[in-house]
Every structure is written in C-alpha cells, then in structure tokens.
C-alpha cells in the first residue's frame, strides 16, 4: 500500500484544510480490531458511517459527540476532574506519609495515573479497585501493542499482551454485569448507553471500552514523566515553577496546603508552558489517515485514492523554520510571551494572566503569559492533540490532571538519582510506532522524598 509522509507544517495544514478527503476511522479501525480483537458483527456496526461522513448516525458518531459533549469544560469536566484531583491527593499523601522511596519514575507515575483515572471514569467500585494486579494485565497488553497490531498470529508472536488484554476484558465484563458502571462517570454511562443503543453485548463493550482506557492513560502518564524530568533535571527552572506555583496557586489552612488546579492554569504560565513544551518534545503521534479520493495536496502532490497518508508530529514539532535554531532544545518558557523570558530574568513575577490566548486583565502587562502556541508558529505546527478533523477530545482533562499532578509533585517532593545525586535526564526511546507519547530507553530508578523541613506539611489538590 502506498504511504505518504507529511514532515512539514505547510503540507500538514493542506492535509486539515482537506479533511473530508480523508478517513481517520477507516485506518483506526483495522488498528482497533487488531489491538482489542473485536468480533466481525461489532467491526460492522463500528465501520458504518464511522467518519460521519453520512450525517449524524451510527455508533462512531454518536460514540464520538458523547465523549467530546462530556469532556468539554463545564459542570461534567468538573466533576471528573474532581474525582481525579481527589485520587491524585490520596496517592501523594500516602506517599508523603511513607518517607523516602526508591523505584522506577515511569511505573510509580503508571500506577498513580491508572489508578487514579480508573477510579475517577469508573468509580469507587471500578474492577482495578478489587483487582489491583490488574495493573500488569494493562501493562502487558499496552506494551505490547506493536506486535498486537503488526502481527500476522498475534496469539502465538504476541502471547503476553493477549493474556493480559483478555484478563481485562474478563474484569471489565464483571463489572458491566454486575452493574457497578452504574456509579461510574457520566461519561462511561453515556458510552455504554449507546454502546448498547447499537446491541453491543456486555462482552464486547467491556472489550470496546478498553479503547478508553488506552486513551486517558497512554499519553498522559508519560508526559508527566517527562513534565518531572525536565523539572528536576534544571535547577533554575524547578526553583521558578515551584516559586511561582507557591506564590499563586497555594492557599493554607494549619498544615494543610491547598494546590487549586484552576489557579495553576490562569496563574502559573512558567507551569502551562513547561507543559506544552513538553507535549511538543515528547508527544510525537503520527495522525494517520486514509485518502478517500484522489486529491491534490498544495497543487504540488498528488495522493492517490486507498493510500495512507501519515502527518509524523515529531517531525513538524522539530521544524527549525517554524519554531527556530533552537527546535531541538527543550526551552520551558517557548509558549510564553516573548517579553517573558527578559521579564523573568529582572524577577518580575507579579503580573496574572490567563493561558489559552485570553487577554490579560486591565492594567497587566503582556509579559509572563502562557499562550497556545509562539509568535508566528502556525497552528498546524503543534500537533501533540491531533489537527483537523480528529483532535483529542479528552485534551481539557490532560491540562489539568498534568499540571495538577506535577504541581503538587513539584511543592511536596525532592526526586534524585537513587545515590542522592541531582536526577539525570533519561534518553528517549526514539525507535517506537508512535501512537502515544515517547517513553525513555530505561525507566530510571530514583528516590522519591518528602521535601526537607516540609515533611509535616498536608496536600491537598482541589479543582
Ligand atoms: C497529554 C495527553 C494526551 C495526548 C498527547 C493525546 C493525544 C491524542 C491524539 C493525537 C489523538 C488523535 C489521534 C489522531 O489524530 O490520529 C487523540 C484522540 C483521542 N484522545 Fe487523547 N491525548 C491525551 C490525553 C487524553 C485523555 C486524558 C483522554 C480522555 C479523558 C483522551 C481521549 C481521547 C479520545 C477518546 C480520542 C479519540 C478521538 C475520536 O475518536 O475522535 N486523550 N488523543
């Protein structure tokens, strides 16, 4: 099959502006299939109308308007994020509470993340809750995903990922059919409400929903790893982020601290940016796609009907043209305000601003504002959620569980290499099929500990 690879971000803003030409779910699907072993009559009911193309019918779309309706801000966002900021506070309190660890960053930030969202999409009696061994049926199935999708008899090339994605359908079916969905998120209702409005059985939702699963958890977790790496690896950055955190978005009660999720977005633009900067340099995705119809791309090149065509995010992310010299270098304060930089540098730090391209209040000044994307970087040029068509609906939700998370890591914790020394950034793994964040060659062993003269100290993350 032909594979066109679009690297730049002249062509991939040709490729959005055409998105009808396209097919996100025709590709997705086969992948889907492969990856959760659906049956042939559910693929069906999956495949039919599965862009939308034909108006608004069929499980895909409604699928779709569900979650995006659901995870756009407003009162459910709350509540689900509410639930997460609570799973979040349990976990690092409980940690606080045990003194100095050691172990490996990615799979305590794996453990935190999954069970933190399996609790606040599935609720307190979601099958992780019962079954927490059902961590590593997740892990060997996520990792094994390549092989699950390239191989022609998965069940013998890929054994491990089979056992674990089977072990976690047979959970999930527990729990549709003894109805404790019933307390889980708006969200996983709704899903499973149309999922059986289409007569999908409880079986292959539970193996259906899986897909959700993989989606809130896959990027998410290894983005606050690398949030945390570039943090704790610059100790002129990790001195700013948590100056500015404590200066505006902590409030105290006794020994209890409160880190508010919504003032760290308004407030923190040190924060937002070291966000987005990382989703630039490690959430690499390939939105691939294919072509409908025969089209010109740019009156230059022309795709051909049943071809793939994959714009590679690492690429455009990596562009010296677009984003200057100094792509390759990761630069925590690249979606602030230029003025930003000289502000800091003159300990200007006073100055509230809201993120997301919003204007600053009255009398502010421009500088230290956190913005969607650098002066005359075109917005095709940032593609850590997608573009066009097919955008990541669950993006509002990964804002603020990432900077949450990181905050309250940030204020409450010192991360080191296991020796004591000052942590050392691990190497990213280049080499895999990217469809989710990058992850590091070797998950680094490092101590976690309460910060020194801090350990009496309470955190709490509200929304
Ligand atoms: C930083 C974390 C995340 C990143 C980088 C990310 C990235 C993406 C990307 C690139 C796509 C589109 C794929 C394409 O264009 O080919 C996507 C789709 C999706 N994401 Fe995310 N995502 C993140 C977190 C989340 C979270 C937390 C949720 C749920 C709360 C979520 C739910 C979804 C869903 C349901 C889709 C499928 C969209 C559809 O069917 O139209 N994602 N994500």
Not at 36 to 60: I, V
Not at 110 to 120: E, H, M, W
Not at 419 to 426: C, H, M
């Amino acid at each position: 099959m032909r594979n066109y690879i679009v690297t730049t971000q002249e062509l991939a803003r040709h490729v959005q502006r055409r998105s009808e030409s396209f097919s996100f779910f025709s590709f997705v699907l086969v992948l889907t299939q492969r990856f959760l072993n659906l049956r042939d009559d559910t693929m069906q009911t999956l495949r039919a109308n599965a862009d939308g193309y034909d108006g608004f019918h069929g499980l895909l779309p409604e699928m779709r308007s569900v979650t995006k309706n659901l995870l756009r801000p407003g009162p459910d966002l709350d509540e689900l994020l509410g639930a997460q900021m609570d799973a979040f506070t349990y976990t690092l309190r409980k940690a606080a509470a045990g003194g100095a660890h050691s172990g490996k960053l990615l799979a305590w930030l794996g453990q935190t993340f999954f069970l933190a969202n399996a609790r606040s999409f599935y609720g307190p009696e979601n099958p992780f809750a019962s079954e927490p061994e059902l961590l590593d049926a997740f892990i060997d199935w996520e990792g094994g995903l390549l092989e699950l999708v390239v191989s022609p008899a998965p069940w013998l090339t890929a054994r491990k990922a089979c056992a674990g994605r089977e072990k976690l359908v047979a959970a999930m079916q527990r729990f549709f059919d003894s109805g404790r969905h019933q307390q889980a998120s708006r969200l996983v209702q709704e899903r499973t409400e149309t999922s059986k409005k289409f007569g999908l059985s409880n079986a292959e939702i539970a193996r259906s929903e899986l897909m959700l699963l993989f989606a809130v958890t896959a990027n998410a977790m290894p983005v606050a790893f690398w949030m945390l790496c570039h943090a704790f690896t610059d100790p002129n950055l990790l001195a700013a982020l948590r100056k500015q955190i404590a200066d505006r978005a902590v409030s105290a009660d006794g020994n209890t601290r409160y880190i508010s999720a919504a003032a760290l977005k308004r407030a923190c633009p040190l924060l937002v940016s070291t966000y987005r900067e990382t989703l630039r340099v490690s959430a690499n995705l390939a939105s691939v796609r294919f072509v409908r119809e025969d089209i010109w791309v740019a009156d230059q090149y022309l795709l051909k009907k049943g071809a793939i065509v994959q714009v590679a995010g690492g690429q455009v992310h990596h562009e010296k043209e677009i984003w200057g010299a100094d792509a390759d270098v990761f630069r925590a304060d690249r979606f602030m305000e230029e003025a930003a930089a000289a502000a800091r540098a003159e300990g200007e730090h006073d100055q509230q601003q809201e993120d997301s391209g919003t204007e600053p209040r009255d009398g502010e000044k421009k500088t230290e504002r956190a913005v969607p994307r650098p002066k005359n970087v075109p917005a095709a040029s940032f593609r850590a959620f997608g573009g066009g068509m097919v955008i990541c609906p669950g993006r509002h939700f990964a804002v603020m569980e990432l900077i949450g998370f990181v905050a309250t890591v940030l204020l409450a914790f010192d991360i080191s290499e296991t020796d004591g020394s000052a942590l050392l950034l691990p190497e990213k793994n280049n080499c895999k099929l990217p469809l989710g964040s990058m992850k590091p060659v070797k998950d680094p062993r490092v101590t976690i500990q309460p910060r020194q003269g801090m350990e009496y100290l309470k955190w709490d993350l509200i929304l």
